[in-house]
Nanobody, 123 residues
Framework: QVKLVESGGDSVQVGGSLRLSCAVSGSNCRRCALGWFRQGPGKEREGVAMIDSDDRTTFADFVKGRFTISKDTAKNTLNLQMNSLKPEDTAIYFC?????????????????WGQGTQVTVSS
């Protein structure tokens, strides 16, 4: 079993920055693809940034140049650095892991999910 616990969500003003972290535990995920997804009010869950076991990254167009994703292997954490935040970035951000991910952008490819952390960006 894999457990994911997000942290770092907060309320910030437009243009601000946040760093989200996800603690990954469990023995089933040594080669997992990992990703950050988000779900805004009244919206479907969508991919934000993903990284596979070979450290290849994928970013949604709406965060390119603003967000970066990284893994800290020693601490078993997945991080999302978010800069130049906009009101439309307001959402619950989820960490996810999948053992058999073919398309990193697809929500349904990920088996394990954290409980989410709230990010609110106000103008």
């Amino acid at each position: 079993q894999v457990k994911l616990v997000e942290s770092g969500g907060d309320s910030v003003q437009v243009g601000g920055s946040l760093r989200l972290s996800c603690a990954v535990s469990g023995s089933n995920c040594r080669r997992c693809a990992l990703g950050w997804f988000r779900q805004g009010p009244g919206k479907e869950r969508e991919g934000v940034a993903m990284i596979d076991s070979d450290d290849r990254t994928t970013f949604a167009d709406f965060v390119k140049g603003r967000f970066t994703i990284s893994k800290d292997t020693a601490k078993n954490t997945l991080n999302l650095q978010m800069n130049s935040l906009k009101p439309e970035d307001t959402a619950i951000y989820f960490c996810a892991a999948g053992r058999y991910v073919a398309d990193r952008r697809r929500v349904t490819e990920y088996e394990y999910w954290g409980q989410g952390t709230q990010v609110t960006v106000s103008s």
